[in-house]
């Protein structure tokens, strides 16, 4: 079983540029999130989805970050402009409806100059 | 706000030796405790737990929850140097939303 694709998986950008992240989860992996992981902390969930609807965007920075799921599949997360403070490990992450696990993915290492 | 506090932040040790990492949660509609292995860049799924006392192992990888005491620990023996990761904690509450801890940095020595 293939697991969860992400790409690209390292990116460098100077602030004020935007960026965008692409992910496809698990295949019949109807829920998929978003997380953000700066250098010695724990994962951040910035957005949930199940299918193609949002179920939590509550920590999404909504002035700068927008993350949609088009036809319940694949996702992309962007940034637009970025800031120094954005750079993070951006992780999406995928899991069926009924169960608490979630699967990962390689991750996106952002730099922002 | 939902809160998880995991100890050691780091830990050194031999290999041969055992490990405790511990994790205390605080979540609003708990339903379950995980724990995620970090090497590099993915976590990878180790354990779920959902009841108190019951002990899940996995080769050399043992993990129990207490509801009572909202916590968790995860027992490793006979560690490896493969074993050198950061160990994530996260519980599970409302929309099977997980919260993780900073983790433990553990580091085995040949």
């Known amino acids: 079983e293939a697991g969860v694709a992400q790409s690209p998986r390292y990116k460098i950008i100077e602030k004020r540029q935007s960026v965008a992240f692409w992910c496809n989860p698990i295949?019949?992996?109807?829920?998929l999130y978003w997380y953000q992981q700066i250098l010695g902390q724990g994962p951040k969930l910035l957005i949930q989805f199940q299918n193609n609807g949002v179920v939590d965007d509550s920590q999404l920075p909504k002035d700068r970050f927008s993350a949609e799921r088009l036809k319940g599949v694949d996702s992309t997360l962007k940034i637009q402009p970025a800031k120094l403070e954005d750079s993070a490990v951006y992780l999406c992450?995928?899991?069926?409806?009924?169960?608490?696990?979630?699967?990962f993915g390689p991750g996106t290492r952002l730099t922002v100059l | 706000e939902d809160k998880v506090v995991q100890s050691p932040l780091s830990l050194v040790v031999h290999e041969g030796d055992t490990v405790t990492l511990n994790c205390s949660y605080e979540?609003?509609?708990?339903?379950?405790l995980l724990w995620y292995k970090q090497e590099k860049k993915a976590p990878t799924f180790l354990f779920m737990l959902?009841?108190?006392?019951i002990e899940k192992k996995s080769g050399r990888l043992s993990s129990i929850l207490d509801k009572k005491e909202l916590s968790s620990i995860l027992n490793i023996t006979a560690t490896q140097t493969g074993d050198s990761a950061i160990y994530l904690c996260a519980p599970s509450g409302s929309a099977r939303q997980l919260t993780f801890g900073s983790g433990t940095q553990l580091t085995v020595l040949p």
């Open positions: 959902t009841s108190s006392g």
């Open positions: 979540v609003t509609n708990f339903r379950s």
């Open positions: 295949s019949g992996h109807a829920t």
């Open positions: 992450a995928s899991s069926l409806i009924v169960r608490d696990e979630q699967f």
